[in-house]
């Protein structure tokens, strides 16, 4: 299995990268490297296996339902580049 | 030739916990902007996810409630799409082992033809899954930018997801209204819908009997029946229409707009996301052993569909009375105190009044039955007072508005203070029987020819004579008697 420049372009496009037609030869290959190793993990037979979801045997440990969190806007939003009447402000979303 | 609908529902039911389903913030309706939004929430650099317990609970006893499968081993998967609302660019959801597997729910479809009965249906349910809902955007012009609020970044949902089992809005309403009544009567949402706590999105197809199921649109962000309702009758009078123009179907996402009654496309396949799911690797398997399972279905409440089938074998009332008095375990539990009162042979009549006149008034004030003014023992005590026959059922319904205005403790006390007795003694009836004969010779004279419409009117001034105190079937007895005796 190999990536074209096109799929390159598709998943950049859903990443929201910007890459450059340069970027995008360079990176068809390096990914066309990732895919070559894959490749080869799969000629193992897992048929039968289960699927994997983490590469520990253990599972999630869960919390209790408190609130602990306090109020911490002022801090969080003295970071952000703009606020106002307590809103995180971005460029317009137009749908 | 006719056309088959074809409808699933997906429907994001917000869970009952107090913090967030990954984190520790409130997940309080109404609080100032952000002030709810923890570094979690807000996907700061380093933070990681902690799943909440009571979240998980929440998805057993809604597996519980419709009888499906609850898997032992479910995994949580990431969905990536960019949007401001969503800072981790990823949505934490389930994709491949979700939570909850199957089951399935059993409505009750009025027709709303008039002279037709309600039908029943089962609806299967494919999936059930956790996953946190994403924060809102204020599209408000912000000099040209947009705010966002994060405090529902976080807030658990379960995202219940049918089978493509209903063929028509009505259906899809039952099916909804069943299922916010359910999650209700399980404790695990509050179903407020104008906050959003419960809404559903409708895959809608068309297809002609027999052929293979028609592309779908699906619209999105229903959070009322009447919309529900409104929404897919639109898309389906649209979709057979263009199809019968020579048009064919995209699948698409749609909007429904309720000041027009229309549905618009939103995005269609082409543009579709590419949500790359993958398992998170921030968190780990979860895993529910049986004996959380146990403990948790020991602490159910009576379902109601189990409640449903002992209200019509014990008590004797029709599918449809059954229903009614289920829609919401308060009524159920109003019902059922007033049958402890009444004693099961007024069943019926508890059933009548609770379904009549208390929701009517309850309607009309705009209140729920917890805050009603008249008690299910008061009314069971009305109740026995019609059955023995001490008022007519005309007159319970002035004692019933003398309960919910206050006007007395109980039944008895304003049939009393109001002197409501219905008059049994025949003599007294007969009395103002004559006196009723005297006074209208003209009817008298006209039931003699035959006229048993003059009947009805004497019956009519004898009623009113003892104002409404006497039983009708008694005073038309003794009237017969002496009209014709």
Redesign the interface.
Known sequence: MSINLEQVGRIARLANIEISPAEAAQTSEVLNGILGLIEQLQSIDTAGIEPMAHAQEVFQRLREDCVTERDQRAAFQAVAPETEAGLYLVPRVIE | MTWEIVIGLETHAQLR???KIF????IAFGA????????VD?A?PGVLP???????ECAIRFGLAIGAEIAP?S?FARK?Y???DLPKGYQISQF??PVVKGGELTILVATGKPGTQAYEKTVHLTRAHLEEDAGK???ED?H???????NRAGTPLLEIVTEPDMCSAAEAVAYAKALHALVRWVGICDGNMQEGSFRCDANVSVRRPGEPLGTRREIKNLNSFRFLQQAIEYEVKWQIETLEDGGSIHQATVLFDPATGQTRS?RSKEDA??Y?YF?D?D?????IAPTWIASVKTAMPELPGEMRARFERDYGLSAYDAVALTASREIAQYFEDCLAAAGKANSKTCANWIMGDLAARLNKDGREIGEAPVSATQLAGLVLRIADNTISNKLGKDVFDALWNGEGSNADAVIEAKGLKQITDSGAIEKLIDEVLAANPKSVEEFRAGKEKAFNALVGQAMKATKGKANPQQVNELLRKKLTG
Request: aromatic share 6%.
């Open positions: 916990t107090n913090s984190s520790g913030a409130s100032t902007p952000n002030v709810q939004a923890c570094a807000l700061l902690v799943l909440n317990k009571a979240a998980v081993r995994v990536n960019f949007y401001p491949e082992l955007s204020l599209h912000f040209g930018k947009t705010g966002i609020d994060l939103m996301q590419d790359r398992p690797p968190l780990l398997p979860l895993e």
